[in-house]
């Protein structure tokens, strides 16, 4: 096999033990073997951290300034969706309103930065 393909493999494995650890064996519940529940909002937004992290990575290492658009516009997608389970979680619609705020400003950034790699100024 190549050594592409084992890095691959690899990397499905890692990366379907950690999910399984977050679905099935919480971090709370390895910190503190005494809580044997923890509720689907705070696996959701195990989920999103990881989601995150995986953008982050993607945008540093990213080869082409697209693939970097494209993460950053998964990203603020993804905090957006972080804002509403939080909205949901604690009961407070304000984390609705940052959301919104969110999602305006990461389209006109995306729009801007399209802009920008296609060589045309600003006022065109």
Same mark, same amino acid.
């Given at each position: 096999?190549?050594?592409?393909?084992?890095?691959?493999?690899?990397?499905?494995v890692l990366?379907?033990?950690?999910?399984?650890?977050?679905?099935?064996y919480p971090?709370?519940?390895?910190?503190?073997?005494?809580?044997?529940?923890?509720?689907?909002?705070?696996?959701?937004?195990?989920?999103?951290?990881?989601? *995150?992290?995986?953008? !982050?990575?993607? $945008?540093?290492?990213?080869? @082409?300034?697209?693939?970097?658009?494209?993460? %950053?516009? +998964?990203?603020?997608? *993804?905090?957006?969706? !972080?804002?509403? $389970?939080?909205?949901?979680? @604690?009961?407070?619609?304000?984390?609705?309103? %940052?959301? +919104?705020?969110?999602? *305006?400003?990461?389209?006109?950034?995306?729009?801007?930065?399209?802009?920008?790699?296609?060589?045309?100024?600003?006022?065109?």
């Amino acid at each position: 096999m190549s050594n592409r393909r084992i890095r691959w493999i690899i990397g499905i494995v890692l990366l379907t033990a950690i999910i399984g650890v977050i679905l099935f064996y919480p971090l709370r519940v390895l910190l503190n073997p005494k809580l044997q529940y923890v509720g689907l909002y705070s696996r959701a937004i195990y989920m999103f951290l990881l989601c *995150l992290l995986f953008c !982050l990575f993607r $945008i540093f290492k990213g080869p @082409t300034p697209a693939d970097r658009i494209v993460s %950053i516009d +998964i990203m603020g997608i *993804l905090i957006i969706g !972080l804002c509403a $389970i939080l909205s949901v979680s @604690t009961g407070r619609s304000w984390y609705i309103d %940052i959301g +919104i705020a969110w999602a *305006l400003q990461s389209f006109i950034g995306t729009l801007a930065l399209a802009k920008y790699l296609e060589g045309k100024h600003f006022d065109d």
